[in-house]
């Protein structure tokens, strides 16, 4: 996803006629799960930062296997992330619960695997490429112009 993202950010995001939403998909254990809180964490302290972290997360997936808490909190203060804060929130049990519920709607929705997209209720399961996403944004977007 990290090659057809870009693309959706710079055509409909940035100026503002599509919002991107992340929801989790934890289907790989405890990594999911931590990788989640992780960049929950790092989004609270910045919004962008949560990006930051989601995409390091991505390109260093093999490691998240054996990755302990130091390791994400390593991650955060390589991102310019105040420590203290960061951790705070990484042990809170309330973030934990948080990031489940949010993953509860998520199967609750019929979604199992990633990556998938909804954009308002049209589903796109798997890494598709550009021209799909466009034209069914474009379709949606006409739909809903005024």
């Keep these: 996803m990290l090659g ?3 693309q959706v950010i710079e055509t409909y995001v940035e ?9 989790p998909v934890l289907n790989h254990g405890n990594p999911s799960v931590y990788s989640t ?5 790092a ?8 990006w930051q972290m989601h995409n390091m997360l991505f390109e260093k997936q093999n490691e998240l296997w054996s990755a302990t808490r130091d390791y994400f909190v390593n991650m955060a203060v390589s991102l310019d992330l105040d420590q203290a804060t960061f951790e705070a929130c990484y042990d809170s049990p ?16 019929g979604v199992f695997g990633q990556p998938t997209f909804d954009a308002n209720g049209l589903i796109f ?3 598709l490429p550009f021209d799909q996403f466009a034209a069914a944004l474009d379709n949606q977007l006409a739909e809903a112009a005024p």
Excluded: S, Y
């Design 37 to 41: 809180v992780a960049a929950h964490c």
């Design 94 to 109: 309330e973030t934990l619960a948080g990031v489940m519920a949010l993953d509860n709607i998520r199967r609750d929705r």
């Design 15 to 23: 100026d503002g006629r599509v919002k991107v939403v992340f929801w």
């Design 4 to 6: 057809t993202e870009p």
């Design 125 to 127: 399961a798997g890494a």
């Design 43 to 50: 989004g609270a302290q910045d919004p962008d930062q949560f």
